[in-house]
Protein backbone atom coordinates (compact mmCIF):
# COMPACT_ATOMS: atom_id res chain seq x y z
CA UNK A 1 0.00 0.00 0.00
CA UNK A 2 1.46 3.62 -0.64
CA UNK A 3 1.15 6.09 1.41
CA UNK A 4 -0.67 9.13 0.68
CA UNK A 5 -0.29 11.82 -1.90
CA UNK A 6 -0.80 14.92 1.50
CA UNK A 7 -0.71 14.31 5.33
CA UNK A 8 -3.83 16.25 5.56
CA UNK A 9 -6.36 13.93 3.89
CA UNK A 10 -5.73 11.06 6.42
CA UNK A 11 -6.34 13.95 9.30
CA UNK A 12 -9.22 15.58 7.19
CA UNK A 13 -11.15 12.08 7.35
CA UNK A 14 -10.80 11.97 10.98
CA UNK A 15 -12.15 15.49 11.51
CA UNK A 16 -14.84 14.18 9.48
CA UNK A 17 -15.76 11.57 11.53
CA UNK A 18 -15.26 13.35 15.10
CA UNK A 19 -17.52 15.81 13.13
CA UNK A 20 -20.31 12.71 12.69
CA UNK A 21 -20.27 11.49 15.57
CA UNK A 22 -20.07 14.80 17.63
CA UNK A 23 -23.95 15.02 18.34
CA UNK A 24 -22.96 11.74 20.57
CA UNK A 25 -19.95 12.65 21.67
CA UNK A 26 -21.07 15.91 23.30
CA UNK A 27 -24.59 14.96 23.70
CA UNK A 28 -26.67 16.83 21.19
CA UNK A 29 -27.84 13.87 19.71
CA UNK A 30 -31.46 14.71 20.70
CA UNK A 31 -31.48 18.00 18.97
CA UNK A 32 -32.28 17.50 15.48
CA UNK A 33 -30.75 20.02 12.88
CA UNK A 34 -27.05 20.15 14.65
CA UNK A 35 -27.31 16.64 14.66
CA UNK A 36 -28.10 16.36 11.10
CA UNK A 37 -26.07 19.22 9.95
CA UNK A 38 -22.47 17.25 11.85
CA UNK A 39 -23.78 14.07 10.33
CA UNK A 40 -24.25 14.93 7.13
CA UNK A 41 -21.76 17.74 6.97
CA UNK A 42 -18.93 15.10 8.58
CA UNK A 43 -19.93 12.33 6.50
CA UNK A 44 -19.20 14.48 3.34
CA UNK A 45 -15.75 15.36 4.51
CA UNK A 46 -14.59 11.70 5.62
CA UNK A 47 -15.66 10.15 2.42
CA UNK A 48 -14.40 13.33 0.28
CA UNK A 49 -10.69 13.00 2.40
CA UNK A 50 -10.89 9.17 2.26
CA UNK A 51 -11.54 8.99 -1.43
CA UNK A 52 -8.68 11.61 -1.94
CA UNK A 53 -6.06 9.63 0.52
CA UNK A 54 -6.56 6.85 -2.23
CA UNK A 55 -6.87 8.98 -5.52
CA UNK A 56 -6.36 12.96 -5.35
CA UNK A 57 -8.40 14.74 -6.96
CA UNK A 58 -8.43 18.70 -6.92
CA UNK A 59 -12.42 18.90 -6.56
CA UNK A 60 -12.42 16.67 -3.77
CA UNK A 61 -10.21 18.86 -1.92
CA UNK A 62 -12.65 21.55 -2.88
CA UNK A 63 -15.63 19.29 -2.05
CA UNK A 64 -13.80 19.25 1.55
CA UNK A 65 -13.17 22.69 1.93
CA UNK A 66 -16.77 23.76 0.83
CA UNK A 67 -18.46 21.24 3.48
CA UNK A 68 -16.25 22.69 6.07
CA UNK A 69 -17.61 25.92 5.35
CA UNK A 70 -21.58 24.92 5.36
CA UNK A 71 -20.27 23.48 8.85
CA UNK A 72 -18.82 26.83 10.48
CA UNK A 73 -22.28 28.71 8.56
CA UNK A 74 -24.63 26.17 9.58
CA UNK A 75 -25.20 27.43 13.20
CA UNK A 76 -26.32 30.25 11.23
CA UNK A 77 -28.27 28.76 8.56
CA UNK A 78 -30.38 26.04 10.35
CA UNK A 79 -30.49 28.66 13.39
CA UNK A 80 -28.99 26.43 15.64
CA UNK A 81 -26.41 29.21 16.85
CA UNK A 82 -27.76 29.48 20.37
CA UNK A 83 -27.00 25.52 21.09
CA UNK A 84 -23.58 26.81 22.45
CA UNK A 85 -21.94 22.85 21.97
CA UNK A 86 -23.24 21.96 19.20
CA UNK A 87 -22.27 25.75 17.45
CA UNK A 88 -18.74 25.16 18.77
CA UNK A 89 -18.02 22.35 17.26
CA UNK A 90 -19.54 22.95 14.00
CA UNK A 91 -17.41 26.12 13.85
CA UNK A 92 -14.08 24.36 15.62
CA UNK A 93 -14.14 21.28 12.86
CA UNK A 94 -15.68 22.99 10.35
CA UNK A 95 -12.52 25.51 10.36
CA UNK A 96 -10.15 22.71 10.56
CA UNK A 97 -11.65 20.26 8.49
CA UNK A 98 -11.76 23.67 5.57
CA UNK A 99 -8.55 24.70 6.54
CA UNK A 100 -6.64 21.10 5.73
CA UNK A 101 -8.52 21.38 2.77
CA UNK A 102 -7.06 24.67 1.56
CA UNK A 103 -3.82 23.76 2.51
CA UNK A 104 -3.85 20.75 0.64
CA UNK A 105 -5.21 23.36 -2.37
CA UNK A 106 -2.46 25.97 -2.04
CA UNK A 107 0.38 23.83 -2.18
CA UNK A 108 -0.87 21.67 -4.97
CA UNK A 109 -2.00 24.78 -6.96
CA UNK A 110 0.32 27.68 -5.90
CA UNK A 111 -0.94 31.06 -4.35
CA UNK A 112 -3.61 31.07 -7.16
CA UNK A 113 -6.15 28.30 -6.48
CA UNK A 114 -8.32 26.96 -9.83
CA UNK A 115 -11.67 26.01 -9.57
CA UNK A 116 -12.34 22.32 -10.41
CA UNK A 117 -13.36 22.74 -13.81
CA UNK A 118 -11.84 21.00 -16.31
CA UNK A 119 -8.24 19.32 -16.64
CA UNK A 120 -5.25 20.29 -15.66
Given at each position: ??????????????????????????????????????????????????????????W?D???????G???L?????????????????????????L????????D????????????
Open positions: MQSPKHWQDPLNAAVGIVLAASPWLVGYAGVRMPAASALALGGVVALAAIASTFASRRLWVQAIAGVAMSPWLLEFSKRGDAMIVHLGLGAVAALAASVLVSDGPHLRLPLGRR
